[in-house]
């Protein structure tokens, strides 16, 4: 195979992987908000086991910061090596639609600058919370959080752009559009409300034996 050949089947393994990791953290991210959001109104259910469901959120928000920062990491793959082959190697790829110029790539790269306080700040939950575990976070999380405040909609906002950059590539490679987020991830209220309705019958269940 051409080491042009190489280049182009590079840019299409970067894409189709980065998609996959964009997708598994939006899901992941969605489910989060979404559990915070229901939290009153399933109490009871949640409080059932509150030490499964403080796993459950740990898990998602660690998995979220973990492959969100990577996504921008520079050191790792992420959407600037994505940028990088297709303005290098962007003569060597089957562009089905309109091959994206160095104007497109330069706007990709300044739409991720506009948004490098945020990505900084999830580098540093990432480094001092959950890929590594940094002593004065762990004792002092509050002042962690004052000075590297990092909200939901911060989150959101990091992801949605990764999600538009990688839409706009595979736009341009395939012609065609391409659902980044995924619509059939887990149902959490579908989920809480088994519990509920499992609380119900176990409630039955034991009146009836009085």
């Not at 953290?25 to 409080?47: A, C, G, M, P, V």
């Not at 590594?132 to 962690?144: C, E, G, T, Y």
């Amino acid at each position: 195979m051409s080491t042009s050949n190489n280049n182009a089947k590079k840019y299409d393994t970067f894409l189709d992987r980065l998609i996959k990791d964009a997708q598994s953290i939006d899901s992941d991210f969605r489910n989060l908000t979404k559990l915070h959001s229901l939290f009153d109104e399933y109490f009871d259910e949640i409080n059932e086991a509150p030490g499964t469901f403080l796993s459950f959120v740990n898990g998602l928000k660690t998995s979220t910061v973990i492959l969100v920062y990577r996504l921008f990491d520079k050191s790792s793959i992420s959407l600037y090596e994505l940028i990088r082959l297709a303005d290098v190697h962007g003569a060597s790829i089957n562009w089905i639609g309109n091959p994206l110029s160095k104007t497109d790539l330069q706007s990709q790269l300044s739409k991720i600058s506009n948004l490098n306080i945020k990505i900084e700040r999830i580098r540093l939950q990432r480094n001092k919370a959950y890929a590594h575990i940094d002593i004065k976070h762990v004792i002092d999380q509050d002042a962690f959080a004052y000075m590297n405040p990092l909200t939901d909609k911060d989150i959101r906002e990091v992801i949605d752009i990764a999600l538009d950059i990688l839409q706009e590539h595979y736009s341009h490679r395939y012609d065609a559009h391409h659902e980044m987020k995924i619509t059939n991830a887990v149902n959490v209220r579908h989920m809480l409300e088994l519990l509920r309705i499992g609380r119900k019958y176990r409630k039955q269940e034991f009146s009836s034996r009085k």
